[in-house]
């Protein structure tokens, strides 16, 4: 390859400056495989899903109904990690608590996805009065805190896990519609776009078949660091005791049910806590892995 | 603009209100009926009173009028003014939350430039870990976790309450330090991520080349030279870091029972009080929209090539 290259006028330029060529795939593969963080955030979110899915028989102890006799253990070889007060196995209820978090983050995304992606193209691609109305609309939702715009909804609808999911989906919405309106804008620009307009295709077919697909990546790329934020905001609404409603087992209500025996079993609170911020970082490892492995802007540098 | 932003705000927050299931005042008026304390005539009366026989559009209206008046309309829980309890509980989230902004912004910036300058070493390599588990970190959890240790284990730091600084500040000190980390924390990482790649952007810029050939000082290149373009995105993050903190310190004041406006709204929630659920997030957004403009005017006054018609 190089060979041919040095005929060509990029003969011209210094060697060194010529990015190998290198196929998308494997450039992909190297800097988001071979990276130990990365890697690592995989691996802890591979366990979680493995839970997720087999929570029915890798929980040693039903995580809703415990036994009276065995309120309050300490952390023994019986209960790895104790019991709370209704005798109820904290890490059989942590395992379930996989469950809450892989369904609210990954519903959460994909419907906020679907509302606040083809607004923003639309705003984006229309322009003139679609674009203010949508985009004055996402600016007022983006004058609440994030979370507070979840509470506030998630008061209004009542907890449980599917109006949390709602609440927390229309939160999201905003945050889609701007970026995805911003890479409209820039990706409208292109003589591709212009070449597709001049062969008459319709603005459906121009949208859908080649601004969408052109925006596909940094959207992955957010939604894997949204799922971060979603799972911090959804404990978050838990623990206020507005989120997922007793006896469900997540971990932001756990970590707020052990507070009252903190000082006898912080484990309790500890447990489920570190649950949260390990899942949470694996997302935020494996988003910014996929970002750096599907940014065409660091291709050859990376 | 901001003032089409605010209108719409008010719509959201109104319309979010009256998809309640049923009646706002059903839910609270509700159990006093049952105990025999209020009739339903009583309850027909009140409605009146709130206002809520009225169509939709005109409690809007009315809402609206008493807004533009200052008035926020009177909590049906505390039976007091929203104004006056606001009022109350603001200084409280205002000192809690300015403390923590002022530390998260100058301790991000700072962390965030140390790992860009000094890339590479384990300098850098202790920042940036430091700040990718700090965003990870329920806030929550880290308060729970700093009342054990601080609190009851060593027993140094107080661990719920509020005291004003101006009865007793050292009691105000010692309370106040652990919300003020636990608020701090999850920004200043944000902040710490965004200076670090800022500057490493910068300094890659062929005008720092320039000024390290003329032989300047290192200390002179960064401070002078790559500190103030690098610090353009880093305002952004700011203003959503100023947003992050008004919206964590609804957790942080429930964790450290903390009279501030975050409890308030937490209490009013459970209450079922919508007149302070409404006027409280109008009053919030509204910080938020205001904050977001002075970001958008201090970018044209840290980079004089953005400028505003």
Known sequence: ???????????????????????????????????????????????????????????????????????????????????????????????????TVLMVGFITVTVAAIIGIPLGLMAGFFGGISNMIIMRAMDALMGFPFLLLALLLSAVLGGGIQNVIIALSIALVPGYARVMHGLTLSIKENDYILAERAMGASSRRTMFGHVLPNALAPMIVLATAQLGILILAEAGLSY??????????????????????????????????????VVVFAFFMVGDGLRDALDPRLRGLL | MAVVTLWLV?????????????????????????????????????????????????????????LVHGNLGTSIHYHEDVG????????????????????????????????????????????????????????FWLGLLLTYFFGLRLGLLPIAGYTSPFDDFWMSTKQIIMPVVCLAIGSMSFTARQMRSSMLEVVRQDYIRTAWSK???????????ALKPSLIPVITVLGISAAMVLGGSVLVETVFAIPGVGRLLVSSIFAQDYVVIQ????????????????????????DPRIRYS
Request: charge should be positive.
């Open chain 1, 1 to 99: 390859m190089s060979q041919e290259r040095l005929t060509g006028p990029a003969a011209i330029a210094d060697i060194s400056e010529i990015p190998p060529v290198v196929s998308e795939w494997s450039r992909f593969q190297r800097v988001f495989f071979q990276r130990k963080l990365v890697m690592f955030g995989l691996a802890v979110l591979l366990v979680v899903v493995f839970c997720a899915a087999f929570a029915h028989w890798l929980a040693p102890y039903d995580p809703y109904r415990g036994n009276m006799a065995d309120s309050l253990v300490q952390p023994c070889w019986k209960y790895l990690l104790g019991t709370d007060i209704q005798g109820r196995d904290t890490l059989s209820r942590m395992i379930y608590g996989c469950r």
């Open chain 1, 240 to 277: 206020l005791g507005i989120g997922i409603k007793p006896p469900g087992a997540a971990w932001g209500s756990m970590v707020a049910d052990g507070y009252q025996y903190l000082l006898s079993n912080p484990v309790l609170s500890f447990a489920p806590g570190l649950a949260i911020m």
């Open chain 2, 10 to 66: 008010t719509l959201v927050v109104f319309f979010a209100m009256r998809l309640l299931p049923g009646d706002p005042l059903i839910i609270f008026m509700g159990e006093s009926v049952q105990s025999g304390n209020m009739t339903t005539e009583q309850l027909a009366k009140l409605r009146v009173e709130y206002g809520l026989d009225k169509p939709l559009v005109v409690q809007y209206l009315t809402w609206i009028a008493g």
């Open chain 2, 84 to 139: 006056k309890l606001m009022a109350e509980r603001f200084p409280i989230t205002l000192h809690l939350g300015l403390l923590a902004f002022l530390i998260e912004a100058t301790l991000g910036v700072l962390l965030g430039l140390v790992a860009a300058v000094r890339r590479g070493t384990w300098v850098d390599v202790a920042a940036t870990t430091f700040a990718n588990i700090g965003v990870c970190v329920p806030v």
């Open chain 2, 215 to 225: 032989g300047l000082r290192e200390r002179t290149i960064i401070l002078r030279h």
């Open chain 2, 279 to 302: 006027s409280g997030t109008f009053v919030i957004a509204t910080i938020i929209i205001l904050l977001n403009l002075i970001v958008d005017i201090s970018y044209g006054w840290i």
